[in-house]
């Protein structure tokens, strides 16, 4: 049996949307699943997208562990801290409350540790890293078959995991991979041994997903890869990133377009020229830059010099938009003396970025920097991580209030009940908590003024 699902946004204030989908389910009712997600928004998305896969396989979703046959988590690698979090939630699943489920380790953690996995935490009975999801539905049915231990570990692969089933959780912002892997080989990173080699999606199946996300309802996608901007279409269009982002902007119905996260080897002037030129292209960028240090970024094999870096920002900062640009940092690299420290405070001054995401660095197995010489020991990385956020708090205090009495529309994505708040964000992705006279305004674009500005967010009235 074939049924089609079209949900209308307005029905599912607060539920899951559920992409437009054939549903060929055996008819018989199989297991249930629950999936706990860790890590970056690709992360979030492959388990939409997993889920999905169960779901049209006649699986059904729960929303807590205790109730489900099947416990998923989906895992997180980047640093240390991250990592041990996913062992010490497995931890809780092994004797009774663990009994008679399958417990099953998905993502980075699960493609770095493989089977090692199973030594130590032998209640694992599946582990798979996010190149072989497609391979889920038949790891699964393996295990009903009374396979004790099965794993799908391959990362030599050219595939992407595409599926028109997703499920997604979000239903005002839609995410979609259009690049998998990652070809660069940063010294302290560990995800290309956890994601694999780059690989992008031709361009007309994304499109056809953003078509389908547009009649689903969708106004808002954001496009996910670890180098989104190396973006390069393998079918013969042979779209560049700059074409892909015009393509999917000018598909009826789509009002904003983002994406992340973008590199800056990757980041062109023609990626500036397109979002100028197109108003569905939002006017944020994220660029991480990771150090302010020439020197450090070497060691960090990030492929670009300080003074690339602030090149980059300059392109941006002389179009006609207000771009917001956001980036992200680590202190405490082996080696980074105070003053190279310095020079990344000095960065954040010089380029006032709107929002940046800051961490200490950790070391990680399978990585060069793992082994360099000159570990900053924790105490200093924790000094420099505070002073880092106190003065990027100061610019983006000074940034918001710059902002007081503008009017922005915003794309209302969420309730503040007790607050008596809606929430929602600008096309540059400020969050902006305001209040209104309107009964439901989820998934609706709204023009707000702002009365009020703290370091992460705005406060505003709905004036129309
Ligand atoms: N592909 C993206 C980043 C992916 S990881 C890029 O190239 O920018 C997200 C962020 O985690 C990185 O930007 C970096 O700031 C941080 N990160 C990665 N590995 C880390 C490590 N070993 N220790 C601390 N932070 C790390
Ligand atoms: Fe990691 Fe560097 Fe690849 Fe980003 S570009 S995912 S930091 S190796
Ligand atoms: Fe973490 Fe893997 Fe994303 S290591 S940040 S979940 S790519």
Sequence with gaps: MSARIDIPLAALAGKPVIFPVNLDAPAR?????????????????????????????????????????????????IREKAAQKVFTRLNDFRGQRGQGKVVGVLGCVAQQEGEAIFERAPWVRMVCGSASYRNLPALLEEIESG????????????????TEVTRRDNPVRA????????????????????????????????????AHL????????????QTVNSYRDPSPAGLNFA?????????????????????????TREIVEIIESTPALCDHIHLPVQSGSTRVLKEMRRTYTREEYVERISWIRAGRRPFSITTDVIVGF???????????????DEVKFDGVFAFKYSPRPNTTAKDMPGAIPEDVKSARLAILQQRQREIQIAQNQKLLGAGFEILVDGRHESRGQWSGRTTCNRIVNFTSQAENLLGQYCQVKITGAGPNSLVGEHVA
């Design 29 to 77: 009712s199989r297991a249930s699943f629950y999936i706990e997600t860790f890590g970056c928004q690709m992360n979030a998305h492959d388990s939409e997208k997993v889920a999905g896969l169960l779901l049209a396989r006649g699986y059904r979703q729960v929303e807590s562990p205790d109730a489900a046959d099947m416990v998923f988590f989906n895992t997180c690698s």
């Design 243 to 267: 074409q892909l982002l015009a393509a999917v902007a000018a598909i009826p119905g789509i009002r904003r377009v983002r994406f992340t996260t973008s590199h800056p080897n990757d980041f």
């Design 147 to 162: 396979e004790t231990r099965v794993s799908g570990l391959n990362l030599d692969t050219d595939e992407t995991f595409e």
């Design 214 to 225: 547009v009649a689903g309802g969708f106004t808002e996608v954001q496009l996910l890869g």
């Design 334 to 348: 082996p080696g980074e003396t105070g003053s190279e420290f310095e020079e990344t405070l000095s960065l954040l």
């Design 175 to 210: 995410y979609l991979t259009i690049i998998e892997g990652c070809d660069y080989a940063c010294s302290y990173c560990v995800v290309p041994h956890t994601r694999g080699p780059e690989r992008s999606r031709a361009s007309a199946s994304v499109l056809n997903e953003v």
